[in-house]
């Protein structure tokens, strides 16, 4: 038997109203990749910030042992110096700062306490190659997407002596081939001998790479599964998570489709910074009530400029285009234009753009509309917590109150109260970007049952998402998206994987073949 890199020997660790995690006990063999899984709220996330640190020693529980010894960490400087370095689920980067400077922040590449930029760039030209990243050192990461950010993330944790490496989600930002470089890359350093910790709800990810996967439940240890024993099955490990079978990932809907409640057309817009670079380029779709449309691509193809740009302008310079709602044209300038015109957009990045972390979770969900809840300008803080509470349980936002801090919930629980506070705008359309990013199987099938409601109360629904099952499987039509362009358009009965992947690749000059071929 392999030697065990860490144990994690009874941990509890206790928030106000809440036990996270009770007894846990984590096994890691040196030199594996082991999967831990788990629904929202599992425990997760806490029990790998109480092994790096975040936690300090005397905040919890029990005993971690790392190549035999007891750890006691104070901080995450502490377990890093060992080689035990977490890449946290919510990104860390300042972004005002250059790929290079963020990767090399507090492990500067320094002689006398001078920095060797020449170094630094090298170094980073090269850890950017390992994760699969084409892009300058130099560039800042305002500049870049969060999909993008995660790679940094990535790269930023290699550049350090790395033993145990801890992954959260790192995933969830990636389309899939992304995706797919990033696990053969877990593998790469596996055979490197580096040992990695993998949170993921992304079962075939799991599947694919993992040697043991150990399932956490309400936050005790359910049980670890030894993949070498064969006989793994994703649904083997949903019922260990949930406690439960879930036979249907995608809730069924008989769609009542009526006539175009929302179009946009030669929609274009330019980059925010380098106005003569353009970003979408000549878009036109339509939304039909009672209709789920799908947006697919890869990174970098357009998807959530060209949803931030409808939803008030607020992405992009030199926007133009026309913008109709029930066949007439909306004067939308700003983002409360766009509210009080009936559209919601659910962020890709809940931390930035979804939710204020230090305000609680009724304020969070309440504050898209706050006339609702009001009389007179005047908040009625108890139709408030009313209206909260039931956002609380129809979403099963796991939470002893709608008073606690919305930066003390997992990703996925926060993801909720995102989607949350916009259905209570009653939007007739709602847009969502990577809605159930980080979010695992049970709370998806939770997430896509609430979008089917919204549908069936003759709601438009634009449901971007880098997962092409999820498309396929929620989807009554489906547009397809490479440089800034609508490059297909698919009906439900008509998509699959195939054909989604050609027009996603196609390139510019490729598209206008396309365009011209179908104009004949």
């Known amino acids: 038997m392999s030697k065990f890199i860490l144990e994690m020997i009874g941990i509890t660790k206790e928030f106000p109203g809440v036990k996270a995690l009770d007894n846990v006990n984590l096994q890691v063999k040196e030199g594996e990749i082991h999967a831990l899984c788990g629904e929202n709220g599992a425990g997760k996330s806490t029990l790998m910030k109480v092994l790096s640190g975040v936690y300090p020693y005397g905040s919890y529980s029990g005993d971690i042992l790392f190549k035999g010894n007891t750890c006691q960490f104070k901080d995450i400087k502490q377990s890093e110096k060992l080689g035990i370095v977490i890449i946290h689920q919510e990104l860390a980067l300042i972004p005002e700062l250059s790929i290079a400077e963020n990767i090399f922040l507090g492990n500067e590449q320094s002689r006398r306490g001078i920095i060797n930029w020449n170094e630094t760039t090298v170094k980073t030209k090269k850890l950017l190659k390992t994760v699969g990243l084409a892009e300058s050192p130099s560039t800042l990461i305002t500049n870049i997407g969060v999909g993008k950010q995660q790679l940094v993330e990535i790269a930023k944790a290699l550049s350090k002596e790395v033993k145990l490496l801890i992954l959260d989600e790192p995933t969830a930002a ?21 040992t990695s910790i993998i949170i993921s709800h992304k079962l075939n990810e799991i599947s694919k790479v993992a040697d043991a996967i150990t399932i956490l439940r309400d936050g005790q240890t359910i049980e670890t599964i030894d993949v070498m024993d064969g006989g793994i099955s994703e649904d083997r490990i949903i019922k260990g998570m949930v ?16 006539e175009v409640i929302f179009a946009v057309e030669n929609w274009n817009v330019y980059h925010p910074l380098h106005s003569e670079r353009k970003i979408i380029d000549q878009v036109n779709l339509t939304i039909k009530k009672g209709e789920v449309v799908g947006i697919a691509g890869l990174m970098g193809a357009g998807r959530t400029e060209l949803a931030m740009s409808i939803f008030g302008k607020s992405y992009g310079q030199k926007i133009s285009g026309r913008l109709f709602k029930h066949g007439k044209e909306l004067d939308i300038k700003n983002i409360p234009d766009a509210i009080n015109n009936g559209l919601a957009y659910v962020t890709e990045d809940r931390k930035q753009y979804g939710l204020i972390l230090i305000d609680d979770i009724k304020t969070n969900i309440t504050l898209s509309n706050l006339e609702k809840i009001s009389k007179t300008k005047v908040v009625n803080q108890h139709k408030e917590v009313i209206e909260a509470e039931s956002f609380r349980q129809k979403m ?42 980080g979010i695992d199987v049970g709370a998806k099938y939770e997430i896509y049952t609430i979008i089917n409601q919204l549908a069936n109360e003759d709601k438009g629904v634009l449901l971007i998402s880098s ?13 397809v998206m490479s440089e800034g362009r609508i490059t297909g358009e698919l009906l439900k009965d008509d998509a699959t994987q195939e054909n989604i992947m050609k027009y996603m690749t196609y390139e510019r000059g490729q598209y206008h073949e396309h365009e011209a071929a179908n104009s004949k």
């Open 396 to 437: 099963n936002i796991k939470t002893p109150s709608v008073f606690q801090k919305t930066g003390n919930l997992s990703g996925g629980n926060q993801q909720k109260v995102v989607l949350s506070k916009w259905i209570f705008s009653d939007p007739d359309i709602l847009i969502l970007d990577e809605p159930t990013r």
């Open 174 to 194: 990636l389309n899939e081939d992304d995706s797919e470089n990033l696990l053969n890359l877990l593998l790469h350093l596996k055979k490197q001998g580096i």
């Open 243 to 258: 406690g439960r079978d879930l036979t249907n990932r995608y809730p069924e809907r008989v769609s009542n489709i009526g």
């Open 467 to 479: 997962e092409l099952p999820e498309i396929l499987g929620m989807c009554d039509r489906i547009y």
